[in-house]
Nanobody, 120 residues
Framework: QVQLVESGGGLVQAGGSLRLSCAAS????????MGWFRRAPGKEREFVAA????????RYADSVKGRFTISRDNAKNTVYLQMNSLKPEDTAVYYC?????????????WGQGTQVTVSS
């Protein structure tokens, strides 16, 4: 069982940066692939980025490529999302999630989300 808690959200101006963190409890964190998702107001949840359990594979949505970077520190049971060059359209609640593999279509565990608001 993995419990996930996101932090680091907030209000930032367009062009600014934020780093989200997702702290996981449970001894099996390092065996999970981790992902970040977001849900903007009035929209469905969408995939943002994912990282394999050994951090050898990363994947990004086209909308964030070159601006966002996902990373993880298995010793700290934490996954990060560095977000640069933020745009108003990045405004959303961001969630981290855990899956058995980076190729999984279903994520088993979810955090409660952290709000990111980008002002123009």
């Amino acid at each position: 069982q993995v419990q996930l808690v996101e932090s680091g959200g907030g209000l930032v101006q367009a062009g600014g940066s934020l780093r989200l963190s997702c702290a996981a409890s449970g001894r099996t964190f390092s065996s999970y692939a981790m992902g970040w998702f977001r849900r903007a107001p009035g929209k469905e949840r969408e995939f943002v980025a994912a990282i394999s359990w050994r951090a050898t594979i990363t994947r990004y949505a086209d909308s964030v490529k070159g601006r966002f970077t996902i990373s993880r520190d298995n010793a700290k049971n934490t996954v990060y999302l560095q977000m640069n060059s933020l745009k108003p359209e990045d405004t959303a609640v961001y969630y981290c999630a855990a899956a058995p593999t980076i190729g999984a279509t279903e994520y088993d565990h979810w955090g409660q989300g952290t709000q990111v608001t980008v002002s123009s």
